[in-house]
């Protein structure tokens, strides 16, 4: 065997004091813990990517050539910054490594030369890592210390953004797939069942279900086949936790799944991904064939007499394939549809055996609480609900990103304290939670800790763990408008709750922030009614929708009617718009001053509202016009305003 591979192996079943001097300093170079040449390490991910990490990365390697310097440059997964990509770190050998932001292409040169000559530049750096015998850089702060990071508790995040995803070596020398081995050499299977009973780990995609009484009820039911499913669908369009979770780590969660499967007597795992997670993908699949190349996967793993495969299965990108029946019935090839529970998939599942199905941060945290024990887990969070949970932060917040916090963190703690608010000069009008099945939270209820129960008692939720940040810039109404018709499109059709209580509400929605050219002069009171038929209709669909999506729908209508009346209010009965950003409700003019009579916007009008002479100021018609907004972005004159 390949001695490196061989040394790999021998560190994942022991302790590294286990191993004789040379070995340690050999594996220290293996896992790129200790340095013979200067490393670069870019952030290859979605949002990297995005930002122009691709670009950044020829510039680095530009540099390189033409100055013929010796310097290893890896890819790398995101710490969590997403608004300060391209994040780019530099380590030098026997030095920490640091961080920067924003390195563009055109940035490189310089930060590279400056490096290179021991000078940080300090409207770049974000901060350095400290490192076992390393040297620290003076008057840069540790990232431990930075606001960002420091009311953080990184256990499942921890290497993400520090290790290159492609290197087996990196994860193994950080501990990597020691909990695995010890598991299948020490435990049986319900020994590993009840130890995460015991640590109180709950399902991470918002229904919070503890995930080894779960696995429990599979493993005792007698079958000649189980199956082990993890859910990376993350169809919610606002979380992005499950896809860093997979791009930055996915040696991770890949021992995660071989945990579970073990505990759970199965030899067959899959993970269901969206197909568009083109990143995703390429670093799972290639950890998967990593790891049948060193024997951490296949038949009789490591002479253990355990047997696993794991195989990626990629779905269509249905929001509905999030919920486990629907999912399930994907991966056998039928159309994604949910299924009446009982029975549950634990007892009839994938191809009508017992099958667990549990999403990619619940796996993730796996490896962590074998390695470190249950009560570590449980010295985390909060009694009932320990542990960490990731949440994906996007909108209007100073700070966009991924955070992991303990359970019982409050919402002012994350949107406040570490992403750092809303831009100077806003004001913080609400935080949606959990997409478009998620709920609208007033600033009022920022210090309410968020746990499972917690959220429950004031009847609220997390969902998988997405949080928009709304400034005052933004019309809550027109927020849940976008939502009722997104998820009005994701039904499946298959129960009438939620098939035509979606659609009813979408309509509704969409007349109260619109101006229709018909609106009868009764309208003010057909839209109220429409208000009261969503609150009955929200009653019935909680109750008798087959699945979560149509259960979960009238969430962000309620909770918005509940701390935002005043805003439907003013949209259904003044015709306003407090944030003026439901254009159909705005008046539209025409300044006379400006208007040079072109007659552009009159032949574009759809409602035949603005009238005039060629050459002469033109006007609107208020009671003709629907509020289209045509005729401001026709007018080449700035002649056409609103109010
Ligand atoms: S609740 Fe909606 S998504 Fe779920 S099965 Fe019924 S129609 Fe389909
Ligand atoms: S397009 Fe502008 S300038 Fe032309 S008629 Fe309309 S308002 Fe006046
Ligand atoms: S907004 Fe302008 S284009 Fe649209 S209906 Fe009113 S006047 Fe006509």
């Not at 390697?61 to 530099?90: C, D, F, K, M």
């Not at 770049?124 to 490192?131: C, S, T």
Request: net charge neutral.
């Amino acid at each position: 065997m390949d001695p490196d591979k061989e040394l790999l192996l021998r560190l994942a079943q022991t302790d590294p004091s286990g191993l004789g001097r040379e070995e340690r300093e050999h594996l220290a170079l293996l896992s790129r813990q200790v340095l013979e040449q200067p490393l670069i390490m870019v952030n290859s991910t979605t949002s990297g990517m995005v930002a122009g990490a691709g670009e950044t990365w020829r510039a680095v390697e530009h540099y390189l050539e033409e100055r013929n310097i010796g310097a290893e440059i890896r890819e790398t997964g995101s710490i969590g910054l997403l608004s300060e990509e391209p994040v780019l770190s530099v380590q030098l050998p026997g030095r920490t490594r640091l961080f920067f932001r924003r390195v563009t292409a055109d940035r490189v040169p310089a930060l590279l030369d400056d490096i290179f000559h021991m000078v940080i530049p300090a409207e770049l750096v974000i901060g350095q890592l400290p490192g076992n015998r390393q040297e620290t850089w003076s008057d840069i702060r540790n990232l431990d210390n930075i606001p960002f990071f420091a009311l953080q508790s990184r256990i499942v995040l921890e290497h993400c953004g520090i290790i290159d995803p492609f290197s087996l070596a990196e994860y193994v020398g950080r501990g990597g797939y020691s909990a695995f081995l010890s598991v299948i050499r020490r435990y049986t299977f319900s020994e590993v069942c009840n130890l995460v009973i015991r640590s109180g780990l709950r399902g991470r995609s918002g229904g919070g279900f503890p995930t080894g009484l779960k696995w429990k009820t599979a493993a005792d039911t007698p079958s000649d086949q189980k199956y082990l499913i993890c859910n990376a669908e993350e169809s919610d369009p606002g979380a992005f936790t499950d896809r860093y979770l997979m791009e930055g780590n996915p040696f991770q969660l890949l021992e995660g799944i071989a945990i579970a499967a073990y505990a759970i007597g199965s030899n067959r795992a899959y993970i269901y991904i969206r197909s568009e997670l083109k990143d995703s993908v390429k670093r799972i699949d290639h950890a998967i064939r990593e790891l049948r190349n060193f024997g951490l996967l296949g038949d009789n793993i490591l002479d253990s007499g355990y047997n696993l495969q794991i195989s990626l299965r990629k779905g269509p990108g249905a929001f509905v394939c999030g919920e486990e029946t629907a999912l399930i019935a994907s991966l056998e090839g039928r159309r994604g549809m949910p299924a009446p529970k009982p029975p549950y998939p634990t007892a009839t599942g994938y191809l009508g055996r017992p099958t667990v199905v549990n999403n990619v941060e619940t796996l993730s945290n796996l490896p962590g609480i074998i390695r470190k024990g249950p009560d570590w887990f449980r010295s985390i969070g909060q009694k009932d609900c320990p542990g960490t949970k990731i949440f994906s932060i996007s909108g209007r917040s100073r700070i966009t990103g991924l955070v992991e916090v303990p359970m019982g963190t409050t919402f002012d703690v994350i949107v406040n304290k570490i992403t750092g608010g809303v831009e100077r000069g806003r004001e913080l009008k609400a935080v949606h939670v959990g997409g478009p099945l998620g709920y609208m939270i007033p600033p009022a209820l920022m210090d309410l800790e968020i746990t499972y129960e917690n959220l429950k008692k004031h009847q609220l939720g997390m969902g998988s763990g997405g949080i928009l940040v709304l400034d005052d810039r933004t019309c809550v109404v027109n927020m849940v408008r976008y939502f009722t018709a997104y998820v009005d499109k994701q039904s499946c059709g298959k129960c009438i709750p939620c098939r035509e209580g979606t659609r009813r509400m979408a309509e509704v929605m969409e007349r109260i922030c619109s101006r229709p050219a018909d609106e009868p002069d009764q309208s003010a009171l057909d839209r109220f009614r429409g208000v009261l038929e969503m609150e009955s209709l929200s009653g019935v669909m909680k109750d008798t929708s087959l699945c979560g999506l149509g259960q979960n729908a009238p969430n962000p209508v309620m909770s918005s009617l509940k701390y935002f009346r005043e805003e439907y209010e003013a949209h259904v009965f003044d015709r306003v718009c407090p944030s003026n950003i439901c254009t159909q409700l705005r008046s539209w003019f025409i300044d006379v001053d400006l208007c040079t009579g072109c007659s552009i916007c009159a032949k574009r009008c759809p409602a035949e509202a603005i009238i005039g002479t060629p050459r002469h100021p033109y006007f609107i018609v208020q009671e003709k016009c629907i509020g289209c907004g045509i005729c401001y972005e026709v007018c080449k004159f700035s002649a056409v305003y609103y109010k």
